[in-house]
């Protein structure tokens, strides 16, 4: 997706002067659209690139790194949305809007030919239909969606009243107390993100010409010049200007970033090759890795029930994801499973690589060739369907989310989170489809209250993430404080980190009700170590009585091909952090602590959060700490006091 969108700004913005107003950006997409460049406007366009390169790896891995372009971002993204939306109101058709972006794309080599081309063709007709048939759709909304941040709330704006919608709650009734005879706890393997490359290539290309390497045919990466953020960004920040009211971009920036660059550009360097079991750089799962995980769960834990599967199949190859690749991948970790753990049932999630093109999840209605998301549906209710009830499978074929009964008094509920994700363009088209997979939990959960069932509840994306649109995340806290009763425990995965949520009464702040427990990855993209953990619930309420982390070192791992990766037990959650047990009240006087007179808890939380990564854990500063501890307290997209109440506390005691 920022393949895409780095594409289409690079050719937004081109006028003769130094100075680029928002409607010059929207004219020079207009006449990029429509061929008619002059030589002015291609050494604008180039200007442009010097002011928003970043290296290969910046760009993929480090938002932070970003957070002082976003306005700049913001303007140019309006200006391309503008211009696209004139565009196709005027008639211009698919392929010569993909052929206009994709020339201009391969002469500024802003990233491969193949990488930009396989982007631009895939995500260009959905946002032409979206266009052609979404009066209401504005450039001001699809990148104020886009460009949501957990921090910046002002950035970006959009006002779109399509999205101020609520979901309706039951009222509080009597909660059914069925008592049944279960003796034994339940233990659940909990695995998430695979990202499994069929094409990882051991000893291949880990520092590529393209965002995500390792694969077969890839080519070394151009070393342009040694980035160094404080003097680019602080360079870069003074190309935005407000001029009475209204940005202007100053491209005379170009020149100066020119300049310091060449005097540090790089000479070519060795860069280790991929390695046997996996490699930290941006790189996906060879087989044999996730082949391993599963491998490794049956011969160390003999005493499975059960399985949760969190979702993210799919490789981060974006540009050249087909129908058929995401099918065989999908069918074959489903076949792994099920020859290994036989008839134990494995219950999974959605994640937002499965989807073709990614991220693109359309609601229910869209039936068209290449743009509807049935096809995904229909292709996982059969290849799950051996672990689903008729009713499951009925309604994973139509919306990407199920719910069905696996122990007596367990319900499990897969909510289809990628429908709200910010990267999904069809939450332009109507961001009300999001709205009726919440309406839909609340039913099933209502329906689970009056049976006295207790509910988990499987998302791939977790609560109160910026990847989720604000409203989601709204109403999702609303759902789980009036249901808290209900709700057992809730299970993620996505951001490959391993952390935790606890969420708060809307009521008083200061009374915790919930926890959300985060599943790591099985996969090292990017800079983490591959995991998986084991929970054990309470026969009874099906409550988490322990959770433990099973992690091993990459680099160690690449030392011996020649055998297996050395496993070892990272955490048990109780014993490492000294807590009683694993409740909403317990948690939140962890979080507590970690600020206050046990702040080596939070140390011990920011290690452990990337599972112990050579590439990463050693390097988390006292501000890095706090960001891994905000993430913990923030369910709702914007609501951050108690993340400021935790800050203040952390730097108030020495």
Not at 67 to 84: K, Q, Y
Not at 247 to 271: H, M, Q, Y
Not at 292 to 317: C, F, N
Not at 471 to 480: A, G, K
Request: net charge negative; proline share 5%; hydrophobic share 35%.
């Amino acid at each position: 997706m920022k393949v895409l969108f780095c594409t289409f700004v690079i050719i937004s913005g081109c006028v003769a002067t130094n100075y680029l107003s928002t409607d010059g950006l929207t004219n020079l997409f207009i006449r990029a659209g429509k061929n008619n460049l002059n030589h002015s406007d291609w050494g604008t366009i180039h200007d442009l690139a010097e002011i928003l390169y970043l290296p290969q790896d910046e760009f993929v891995n480090d938002e932070t790194r970003l957070a002082g372009r976003s306005n700049l971002f913001c303007v140019l993204c309006r200006s391309v949305f503008s211009a696209f939306i004139d565009l196709v109101n005027a008639g211009v058709n698919d392929e010569d809007l993909v052929d206009s972006i994709v020339l201009i794309c391969n002469t500024l080599s802003i990233v491969s030919p193949k990488v930009c081309h396989g982007a631009v063709l895939l995500n260009v007709p959905i946002l032409s239909y979206i266009v052609r048939n979404t009066p209401e759709a504005e450039a001001s909304t699809f990148c104020g969606v886009f460009f949501q941040t957990a921090i910046e709330t002002e950035n970006c704006r959009y006002n779109d009243e399509r999205f101020n919608w609520k979901v309706e709650l039951p009222p509080s009734g009597e909660i059914s107390k069925i008592s049944y005879d279960n003796r034994k706890p339940l233990t659940v393997a909990i695995i998430t993100d695979a990202h499994i490359d069929p094409l990882y290539e051991e000893n291949g290309v880990a520092d590529c010409s393209e965002p995500t390497c390792c694969r077969k045919g890839q080519t070394p990466r151009n070393h342009k010049y040694t980035y160094n953020p404080d003097r680019d960004e602080s360079i870069i920040l003074k190309s935005l200007n407000i001029v009475n009211g209204e940005p202007i971009i100053d491209i005379g920036v170009a020149k100066t970033l020119r300049e310091v660059r060449n005097v540090t550009r790089k000479s070519e360097r060795f860069e280790p090759p991929a390695g046997y079991w996996g490699d930290y750089r941006n790189c996906d799962s060879p087989i044999r890795a996730y082949d391993d995980v599963v491998d490794r769960i049956h011969s160390s834990h003999k005493d499975v029930d059960l399985i949760y599967y969190m979702g993210d199949t799919i490789d981060h190859h974006v540009w050249e994801t087909t129908y058929e690749l995401i099918d065989d991948v999908n069918q074959y970790l489903v076949n792994k499973l099920r020859k290994t753990f036989g008839d134990v049932p494995v219950i999974a999630t959605i994640g937002n690589h499965e989807s073709q093109p990614t991220n693109q999840f359309a609601p229910e209605r869209i039936s068209q060739e290449k743009l509807n998301t049935t096809w995904l549906y229909e292709s996982l209710a059969r290849k799950w369907g051996i672990y689903l009830t008729e009713e499951a499978k009925t309604t994973l074929r139509r919306r990407g989310d199920f719910s069905m009964v696996v122990r007596p008094g367990l319900r499990v509920i897969s909510l289809n989170t990628n429908i709200a994700y910010k990267n999904n363009w069809w939450l332009v088209f109507d961001p009300l489809d999001a709205k009726t997979h919440l309406d839909w939990l609340v039913c099933e959960l209502y329906n689970a209250e009056k049976a006295g069932e207790k509910v988990h509840i499987l998302t791939h994306i977790p609560p109160g993430v910026h990847d989720l649109v604000n409203p989601w995340t709204r109403e999702y806290n609303r759902i789980v404080n009036r249901f808290q009763q209900t709700i057992a425990a809730e299970f993620n995965g996505h951001t490959h980190t391993d952390e935790f949520k606890v969420f708060y009464s809307i009521e008083d702040k200061d009374i915790p009700i919930a926890v959300s427990w985060g599943g790591g990855s099985a996969s090292a993209y990017s800079n983490n170590n591959v995991n998986y953990k084991i929970a054990v619930l309470d026969p009874n309420n099906y409550n988490p009585i322990s959770i433990s982390n099973y992690v091993y070192n990459l680099t160690e791992a690449n030392l011996t091909p020649n055998r297996r990766p050395h496993w070892f037990k990272l955490y048990d959650f109780k014993n490492t952090y000294g807590v009683k047990d694993l409740s909403p009240n317990s948690l939140n006087e962890l979080v507590y602590s970690m600020v206050t007179d046990k702040k080596y808890l939070l140390d011990i939380y920011s290690a452990f959060y990337t599972k112990l990564s050579d590439r990463r854990w050693p390097y988390c500063s006292n501000d890095c700490k706090i960001a891994n501890l905000c993430r913990i307290v923030v369910t709702v997209l914007f609501d951050r006091k108690k993340c400021e109440e935790l800050t203040k506390l952390y730097y108030s005691r020495k």
